[in-house]
């Protein structure tokens, strides 16, 4: 039995794994010592990251129980 991955798990998985992408450079920048400035504009794309990735998995779940 193959796991089949339909558009929407798709989408929601890709914005899941933005968001862990941009944790992951905040965090590299704040361990080696980087700009804050930059530290400021990671952490802001997460959130909004987060927030598409959020919308995402609401939307999917109500696409499927209907």
Do not use: E, H, Y
């Not at 989408?11 to 804050?36: E, F």
């Amino acid at each position: 039995m193959g796991c089949r991955m339909t558009l929407p798990g798709s989408l929601v998985s890709i914005a899941v794994g933005a968001v862990a992408v941009v944790l992951l450079l905040g965090l590299a920048n704040m361990l080696r010592g980087g700009s804050a400035d930059t530290s400021q504009k990671l952490m802001r794309l997460r959130v909004i990251l987060q927030f598409v990735a959020i919308i995402a998995i609401l939307l999917v779940l109500w696409w499927r129980s209907g």
